[in-house]
């Protein structure tokens, strides 16, 4: 998708706060959730957030301010969940946005629009989608060289991670929403030089930065997605934290890979930024020369000119002292996805050229997300070199890995001259102990 008038830097609000110069949610972002009132029965619906207010979008179908294709979508959205929003497609998820625009904008009607404001002070989020699957992809090249860095003598990466985006399928009945508590998972591990495992709390537990792609129209079992028209397919991004067990999954990712190192968790914003609102932030995507070029099936020439995405990343650290002591997070990494070894419209492209049928509301991970410097490591493992350069933290408290009652806060932006400044809204969630006897 090319910019249009939705992105225009100049467009204003009559809602002050979606003005704010540090607001995520101005006019030209626009993204999609489910809310409800907190402490309420009320039914969950979406919602698009602006400024620090949601709009809800039951309320605004049922006061009958859209027509056509744009009432539709609004009809749609005023469900529990977002999968039948999302399988009406680009033409109705780009009416209803268009349609939000113009009321919301500087000289939109505002009596019936107001009366559809939430703050977002006082909701409570589920999570957008009935997601039927999830699969976590393993795509970042600088995250992959540190890695096995750490863990083989050569540090080869695996020769077939330059010829394919290599993914796992993951479990989505532990997916949960920013505020998420996360209990310390137990598992199988083997010690250095010992010759039988023992069972317990994860010792290595750690964070890995991606980002969760919502699939928006599937396809039919036995047709692959070509990927030309890719992104079609794909509705939005949110952030996603995918929690990791290092020291369980050490032991059990020899041969099948990760199990139960990776199903206890994983953390999503509620927030889904939609692709049209990154059309802005888009930039070229080059493979170096000297290494293997994508095979026709994940290539086109709209990829090499715009198939990269520039949202910029960054992970904090927030420990029980930062709470006693009332300090802001610590920030331990800033990144940007345009790093990304294999984009967007690859990994649908590969998903499903076997034959599978993605769904509408199923989710995809990027896989963790790292760029070329130590300071743009996306999880605690590279950081801190597998534990033994342990990161110091202004409460005077050292980390390798986390511990129990630490809370990880993952944010995302874009930013570019010209254009305004839009964000993902935070993911957050707090270790827990184990329950383990």
Request: glycine share 10%; net charge negative.
């Amino acid at each position: 998708m090319k910019s249009d008038h939705s992105h225009d830097i100049g467009a204003k609000s009559w809602l002050a706060s979606a003005n704010d110069a540090g607001t995520p949610f101005p006019l030209q972002n626009l993204p999609f959730g489910v809310f409800r009132r907190a402490g309420t029965n009320e039914a969950f619906r979406g919602g698009v957030a602006l400024g620090d207010q949601v709009i809800d979008l039951a309320a605004l179908s049922e006061a009958g301010v859209f027509s056509g294709l744009a009432a539709d979508a609004a009809r749609a959205c005023a469900q529990p969940a977002l999968n039948a929003f999302f399988d009406m497609g680009k033409h109705a998820w780009r009416a209803l946005r268009h349609a939000l625009f113009a009321l919301f904008g500087s000289g939109g009607p505002q009596d019936a629009a107001k009366r559809c404001l939430v703050p977002q002070a006082s909701v409570e989020y589920g999570l957008p989608a009935r997601i039927g699957d999830y699969t976590d992809f393993y795509t970042s090249i600088d995250h992959a060289r540190n890695i096995v860095k750490l863990l083989r003598p050569d540090g080869a990466v695996s020769p077939n991670f330059q010829w394919m985006p290599v993914a796992y399928h993951g479990r989505v009945s532990s997916i949960g929403l920013s505020g998420q508590k996360v209990r310390r998972p137990c598992g199988q591990r083997m010690a250095a030089g010992a010759h039988v495992p023992d069972v317990g709390p994860c010792e290595r537990l750690d964070y890995e930065l991606e980002l969760g792609i919502f699939i928006g129209v599937g396809n039919p079992q036995g047709e692959r997605i070509p990927v030309a028209s890719a992104e079609d397919h794909v509705f939005g991004l949110c952030l996603l934290n995918d929690w990791s067990a290092r020291d369980i999954q050490a032991w059990e990712s020899t041969p099948l890979g990760p199990f139960l190192a990776k199903s206890f968790a994983t953390t999503l914003s509620p927030w889904i930024v939609t692709m049209d609102a990154l059309a802005p932030y888009r930039t070229s995507w080059t493979r170096p020369a000297e290494d293997p070029q994508p095979l026709p099936y994940l290539s086109s020439a709209v990829l090499e000119e715009s198939g990269a995405l520039d949202i910029r990343l960054e992970v904090a650290l927030e420990t029980a002292m930062h709470r006693r002591d009332a300090l802001p997070p610590t920030r331990l990494s800033r990144t940007s996805f345009r790093h990304q070894y294999w984009t967007l419209a690859q990994m649908v492209a590969h998903h499903t050229v076997a034959g599978c049928n993605l769904r509408s509301g199923d989710l995809l991970g990027s896989g963790t997300i790292s760029g070329p410097s130590r300071d743009e490591a996306g999880a605690l493992i590279e950081l801190t070199q597998a534990g033994h350069a342990p990161i110091h933290l202004p409460t005077g408290e050292t980390r390798a890995f986390l511990e129990d009652g630490d809370a990880v806060v993952m944010s995302g932006w874009c930013e570019r001259p010209g254009y305004a400044r839009i964000g993902f809204g935070e993911n957050r969630a707090q270790v827990l102990p184990a329950k383990w006897d």
